[in-house]
């Protein structure tokens, strides 16, 4: 089983800021079966980033994904007030699905 | 609108079955994969399995394989997660998501992500 890790677990920052989370896969892991989601409390949690790096439909271009096989990351260029929340990336790999354990971002 | 609406709440005791439910409505129910995603209160996501409605094709994480059983009835656009025997630590909240896929003979060629969601069931198991 694949293995993901985030990091860091909390970032503190404030509106307007970049945020760069990390995530870093156990092993090797196509760009095409990784993705990223936010979740804010309450809430269900929201698919931002598909195939690595393509937004997915209607979500604001501040937020952009990149990487390839085990190092992986999200980043929001200003974050906005609304952008405050959990973010989780997931993969697919050996006909298993993971999430890793989640960043949170909150204000500072 | 591309929805799915889950079950209400649920309060079960340890031992008692359980069967919740996810509908799709304004797209193909049968065209698109349907996920189970667990999440314990505090805790981050567990994907549970995923069905295909359209031929039943189920997958399951071995976490979960044996423990729960996933189904889905295509000509009410409704899929399933059930339980037979209960336990505490069944207590979460519960997802389910279209999962989008692109296959090649049976294997994800490309993944596009749980794109849309429900809004999650609450299963409470206590004695």
Redesign the interface.
């Known amino acids: 089983?694949i293995v993901l890790t985030q990091s860091p677990g909390t970032l503190s920052l404030s509106p307007g800021e970049r945020a760069t989370l990390s995530c870093r896969a156990s092993q090797s892991v196509s760009s095409?079966?990784l993705?990223w989601?936010q979740?804010k409390p309450g809430q269900?949690?929201?698919?931002l980033?598909?195939?690595a790096s393509s937004r997915?439909?209607g979500i604001p271009d501040r937020f952009s994904g990149s990487g390839s096989g085990t190092d992986f990351t999200l980043t929001i260029s200003r974050l906005e007030p609304e952008d405050f929340a959990v973010y989780?990336c997931?993969q697919?790999g050996n006909?298993?699905?993971?999430?890793?354990?989640?960043t949170k971002v909150e204000i500072k | 609108e591309v929805q799915l609406v889950q079950s209400g709440a649920e309060v079960k005791k340890p031992g008692e079955s359980l069967k919740i439910s996810c509908k799709g409505s304004g797209y193909s129910f049968t065209s698109y994969w349907i996920g189970w995603v667990r999440q314990m209160a505090g805790k981050g996501l567990e994907w549970v399995g995923i069905i295909y409605p359209g031929d039943s094709d189920t997958r399951y994480s071995p976490s979960f394989q044996g423990q729960v059983t996933i189904s889905a009835d295509k000509s009410i656009s409704t899929g399933y997660l059930q339980w037979s025997s209960l336990k505490a630590s069944d207590t979460a909240m519960y997802y389910c998501a279209r999962v989008s896929i692109t296959m090649v003979r049976g294997l994800i060629y490309y993944y596009y992500g749980m794109d849309v969601w429900g809004q999650g069931t609450t299963v409470t198991v206590s004695s």
């Not at chain 1, 006909?95 to 989640?102: A, I, R």
């Open positions: 089983e095409s079966y993705a989601y979740q269900a949690p929201r698919l980033i598909y195939g997915a439909t989780y997931q697919y006909s298993l699905f993971t999430f890793g354990p989640g």
